[in-house]
């Protein structure tokens, strides 16, 4: 089973620290394109669903919608 292209990091950013030597900077990435393109995804579903329905099911209904947007976001 292959893993899913993710579409990289969705609110890249930096994390200042300080030391007593002076500050720096590290880079975070957070959670990728995938797993926030899935939130979206997984709140509409839960908001249109007229009762209640298996969650594994919307999990993996999530995340084709998310594969599909990180795909159809790489071909533009």
Request: no cysteine; charged share 20%; proline share 7%.
């Amino acid at each position: 089973m292959s893993v899913p292209h993710d579409g990289g990091p969705a609110f890249p950013g930096e994390e200042a620290r300080h030391s007593l030597g002076g500050s720096f900077r590290i880079p975070r990435s957070g959670m990728s394109l995938r797993d926030y393109f899935a939130g979206q995804a997984l709140a509409g579903l839960l908001a249109s669903s007229p009762g209640l329905i298996d969650d594994r099911v919307m999990a993996f209904n999530a995340y084709a919608i998310a594969d599909t947007m990180v795909a159809a976001r790489d071909r533009s």
